[in-house]
């Protein structure tokens, strides 16, 4: 028996000491990049500021087509009053994959992989303090879409108390009473819903998959610590970001694109693109090379 | 041709056996799997036929490795199971490092000497020689090992009686 118990210790203990091997004595140095949120952070959808001055009838259209409609009568201070024109509404629409993956907002809702058709944040300011609906107020929001289908998408609104912001559908999470449907319309501009919450709003579908894949990122060359990975989703234009260069969720077989994104210390841009089938979970070894801010943008423009 | 005569060598003193010994010489062939090194062995078991035994020993890691380095240290074996000619053993090990070519390395803090200690455990089997396979942790690099190899057991105390015939 003590025999017995010195055999299984011992494995217990070789199993635990097999799990913390290093190979640093024959690492080769591997490149280091440095944070690429200031490139992209240059590179993404400058917010819209609209002022507004006076009753009208609207809308107010953004740059890509966005159309809002809004009353005051909706909108309240932090502390609950009402207030009184001048007003500014905000606005940031990321339509393409492009301007998502700039904008570092993947279409994640609770660890599962959205199908979207677009997301915008929208804002209204006044005297610099945020406003928020007063209840049971909402603003009608349409997004432009070439071939929006009735009773497809669902309104998601962004949860910011997490990082990458979270979708999510329940309005119930921030205390607010649902009383609109939730689901997109269809009208002459594209996808149309009542909100019932500023902030950031996404028109999306939940990818019903009942198998999902992991990609794992590693590298024998490149520090992967400061590189942003992203993997789109063409076919549900879905856009997914690793964290701790993994990506998980990702629906059995659909092709998926890799681009990673990294700026080393002075100030060149990398870049590593990839197309696989998401057939199996993969680790994906990656080799980032140097590349002209005008071809990553290409590269993210035929996404 | 090194190897092999290395080899041939630990054959020859594995020929020279007895049952009753109480001393075992033995040779060992090394891999390192985290720095796939390739190294050689040389080891003497005090107490051989006990359970706790006694293990000076010496590897030396080849020059054509990615780790060029050579070790001298002890090895404390405690037998776990016995079945037959089967034998499986725990053993700790404290060693003096000499790594030959640690300027090659980028590990940060990396010198040219090195205490280590290693855990591991091994099994051995046959009569006479023995063969024997280990797995081992080295502690303070956190690299694994694994060491096959032959142990032959001389008698005790009648050395100079008996000549053996690997010296011939």
């Known amino acids: 028996m003590k025999k017995s118990v010195l055999f299984l210790m011992s494995i217990l203990g070789l199993v635990v000491v097999w799990s913390a091997c290093s190979r640093d004595r024959i690492e080769e140095d591997l490149n280091e990049f440095e944070s690429p949120n200031t490139y992209l952070d240059s590179k993404k959808q400058d917010e819209q500021v609209f002022v507004i001055d006076s009753a009208g ?29 001048p007003f500014v509404v905000k606005l940031v629409e990321l339509y393409s994959a492009k301007d998502m993956i700039y904008y570092q907002m993947p279409t994640v809702g609770q660890g599962s992989a959205l199908e979207s058709a677009g997301e915008i944040r929208l804002r209204a300011e006044k005297d610099g303090q945020l406003l928020s609906l007063a209840e049971p107020c909402a603003f009608k929001v349409s997004m432009p879409n070439l071939t929006p289908q009735q009773n497809y998408m669902s309104v998601f609104y962004g949860n910011e108390s997490v990082s990458p912001v979270d979708w999510r559908t329940d309005l119930s999470y921030w205390g607010i009473t649902a009383l609109q449907s939730g689901v997109f319309d269809v009208d002459t501009i594209g996808y149309t819903a009542y909100i019932e919450k500023l902030g950031w709003i996404n028109a999306d579908r939940s990818i019903s998959s009942s198998t999902t894949r992991t990609f794992t990122f590693d590298s024998d060359v490149d520090d992967l610590t400061n590189v942003a990975i992203f993997v789109y989703l063409p076919g549900s234009h879905t856009v997914l970001q690793a964290e701790d260069a993994v990506v998980t969720g990702i629906p059995n077989g659909v092709d998926a694109k890799v681009i990673a994104i990294a700026v080393n210390g002075s100030g060149t841009l990398f870049h590593f693109y990839d197309e696989i089938i998401a057939n199996s979970n993969q680790t994906i070894m990656v080799e980032m090379s140097s590349i002209t801010d005008a071809n990553l943008t290409n590269i993210l423009d035929s996404l | 041709m090194y190897r092999f005569q290395v080899l041939l060598f630990l054959f020859l003193l594995g020929s020279c056996n007895s049952a009753e010994a109480q001393i075992s010489f033995g040779g060992s062939g090394l891999y390192n799997l985290q720095t796939e090194s390739v190294g050689v062995g040389a080891r003497v078991v005090f107490r051989s036929e006990k359970s706790l035994q006694v293990v000076p020993q010496f590897s030396y890691f080849l020059p054509f490795s990615k780790v060029n380095e050579w070790t001298v240290g002890l090895s404390i074996q405690q037998r776990i199971l016995k079945y037959r000619n089967f034998g499986f053993y725990g053993l700790t090990h404290a060693g003096y490092n000499h790594w030959i070519n640690f300027q090659d390395s980028k590990m940060k803090g990396a010198q040219q000497t090195n205490w280590n200690a290693e855990l591991g455990a091994g099994a051995q089997w046959g009569r006479g020689v023995k063969f024997f396979a280990e797995w081992r942790y080295n502690v303070h690099f956190q690299e694994a090992h694994l060491q096959l190899g032959l142990i032959g057991a001389v008698k005790n105390g009648q050395r100079k009686k008996e000549k053996c015939a690997a010296y011939n």
Request: hydrophobic share 30%; aromatic share 6%.
């Open chain 1, 57 to 85: 009838t609207g809308p107010i259209i953004g740059n890509q087509g966005t159309a809002i409609w809004g009353g005051i009568d909706c909108l309240r201070l932090p502390n609950g009053d009402t207030i009184d024109y």
